[in-house]
């Protein structure tokens, strides 16, 4: 059995995907960390969704969201090797997806203050933690190369994020 510890971190940095070496602080990892967190938290909303077809939707979101985070805590060397990367496709899947529900909903009406019940209070939470994770993929967009499709999705996301929470609100 393997260890979970490498003791290669205990120095204060940490390794990207390509070989390379970050300091933990660093907006590199900042970024793909709160895609981490992102991530469970969408787990953790769907954990409380009944909706068959949302929760399948949340999930394949995870999956897209684990591209985008390959992506981020990868150096030059590393995004040569990725598989997939996020595209246009999964934008305009996004989109899709923000239409579908707010078609459900019903018209905005104003702002919205989560809580009305657990499903939509999640899906609120994880909105406000794809918020966070797009403004420091922008701000880590000024030191180096974030692709316009990262930028774009993730910014799409807390949108769809905000439709299912108030899809779920409105049942």
């Known amino acids: 059995m393997s260890n979970i510890y490498t003791r290669t971190g205990d120095k204060g940095t940490t390794a990207l995907f390509g070989g390379s070496r970050v300091e933990k602080d660093s907006l590199k990892v900042e970024a793909y960390g709160t895609i981490d967190e992102l991530i469970s938290n969408i787990g953790a909303a769907s954990s409380f969704i009944k909706d068959e077809e949302l929760k399948a ?4 979101i995870q999956k897209k969201l684990f591209v985008l985070g ?8 590393g995004i040569k090797h990725l598989k997939e990367q996020i595209e246009q ?7 899709k997806i923000i239409d579908k529900y707010m078609g459900k909903a019903g018209a905005f009406k ?5 809580g009305k019940n657990t499903q939509s209070a999640m899906l609120h939470i994880a909105r406000t933690v794809a918020r966070r994770a797009e403004r420091v993929i922008i701000t880590l967009s000024k030191e180096g190369n974030v692709r316009e499709d990262i930028r774009k999705y993730v910014n799409r996301l807390s949108d769809a994020l905000y439709a299912m929470a108030r899809f779920e609100e409105e049942k």
Do not use: M, N, W
């Open 57 to 60: 939707e949340l999930a394949d």
């Open 70 to 77: 390959a992506e981020l805590a990868s150096d030059e060397k």
């Open 89 to 95: 496709k999964d934008i305009d899947d996004l989109e």
């Open 110 to 114: 104003g702002f919205v203050t989560p």
